[in-house]
Each structure stands twice: as C-alpha cells, then as structure tokens.
C-alpha cells in the first residue's frame, strides 16, 4: 500500500501571502488530521477531517482551514502569511472510525520570509 | 494541556533498556507513541485505548494506567535503529476525538554502538 504523500515538499512565501498544501491519505484512510511542527511548540494539532467534515479543531487562528474532498485528499490553506507560520506541516491519516492509529506523510516545510 | 514526557533525552548502549513515561493532567482515553528520526515524518509505533486494546510493533511493548493517567514505552535491547525522538500523543474523549492528538514535547532517545 502506498504511504501518505504531501506536496509540495518545500515552499517559499512571503509574509502577507497565502498558500494550499496538499495531502493524498492511504487508500481506505478517510480521516485526515493536519498538524503544525516547530522547534518551539512541537507537534500541534490543527485539524482533522472525516468523509469531508471537520470532526477535530485545534486552536489555530481562521488564517489556518482546510477541506477534504470525496476520494479523502485532503488540502490546508493558511492566508495572510506570517513569520511565524514557518514550520514543518504534516498530515497523518487514519482509518478514522474503527482504528485510530495515524500514518505521518513526509511533510511540507513551508518557509515564510 | 500538553501531556509531559520524562526523562526529556536518554543515551543508551545497544543492547540496553529504556523506558520512557507519559503524564497527563488530564483524563487519558487514548494514547499513541511515535518514534521521529531527524528530518523524517514520525512513524507510529503504538497505540493503547482506554479499556485495554492495544495494537502495535510486535518489539515494542508499553502499558497505560488509567488511574495514574499515565503510559509508559518500554523499549529491550535497544538497537542503533531505535534512536530517534519519541512522542506520546494523547487522544481525547470519546472515538470520534481519539483522532485530535495533544502531544508531550518528546525524548531524545541516542544509542550507542
């Protein structure tokens, strides 16, 4: 079975702009959570998405949404770009509604100058 | 609340043991580990539910008291593949939050040859 897959890997943006990651979950995965990593928080929970609702919120600012589309992909958007937005985002998915276990993709390191 | 993990980094000797605990404030219903190798996605390692079930690396062993709101990962025989950071994440109440994960700040785990 493939593995989670993100893209882009990497990206470059400017402060003020706005950016869309994308997540492709295993296949049979109909849960997708998104979460947030850096140096100083660690791993933070943004949201997570099940058959193309939100199930799970985290405690992000309205900038950070995201939608789940009906073969289960997954994208995140975050408008108005800050410094502080640069980190490593990762998305997991999970079978979501008898097994619970996440699967990590490789990530996206979004840098915002 | 962030659950917290101890010790925060271990260094072993192949061959030798680890245990690394979780604590949390808060009622646990679930808890996952992750391992996390530098500059690669966390790979999951285990999860244990409130009630008992289990699911996981067959090397791998942990246990969760309920009562002390605790989980700890029990690594034997350590090889030089097992170093890494690792994770705890707890999930939150019911089946349809296991899935919104707070994570502990991690413990560096180095073996030694």
């Known amino acids: 079975k493939a593995g989670v897959t993100q893209t882009p890997r990497y990206l470059i943006k400017t402060r003020g702009q706005q950016v869309t990651l994308s997540c492709s979950p295993i296949?049979?995965?109909?849960?997708v959570s998104w979460y947030q990593q850096t140096p100083g928080q660690g791993l933070q929970f943004l949201f997570e998405?099940?058959?193309?609702?939100?199930?799970n919120k985290g405690n992000f600012p309205g900038r950070f949404s995201g939608r789940q589309f009906s073969n289960s992909r997954s994208e995140m958007n975050v408008s108005t770009l800050e410094l502080g937005d640069s980190a490593l985002y990762l998305c997991?998915?999970?079978?979501?509604?008898?097994?619970?276990?996440?699967?990590f993709g490789p990530g996206t390191r979004l840098t915002v100058t | 609340q962030q659950p917290v993990q101890s010790p925060q980094a271990v260094i072993l000797r192949e061959g030798e043991d680890a245990v690394i605990n979780c604590s949390s404030s808060?009622?646990?219903?679930?808890v996952h580990w992750y391992r996390q190798k530098h500059g690669e996605a966390p790979v999951f390692l285990m999860i244990?539910?409130?009630?008992?079930e289990q699911k996981g690396h067959e090397k791998i062993s942990a246990s969760f008291n309920e009562k002390k709101q605790q989980s700890s990962l029990y690594l034997t025989a350590s090889q030089l593949s097992y170093s890494g950071t690792y994770f705890c994440?707890?999930?939150?109440?019911?089946?349809?939050?296991?899935?919104?994960?707070?994570f502990g700040q991690g413990t560096i785990l180095t073996v030694h040859p």
């Open positions: 997991a998915s999970s079978e979501g509604l008898r097994s619970y276990e996440q699967y």
């Open positions: 296949s049979g995965h109909r849960s």
């Open positions: 998405y099940f058959s193309e609702t939100q199930r």
């Open positions: 808060k009622a646990l219903y679930s």
């Open positions: 244990l539910l409130k009630g008992g």
């Open positions: 994440g707890t999930g939150g109440a019911g089946g349809t939050s296991y899935g919104k994960l707070t």
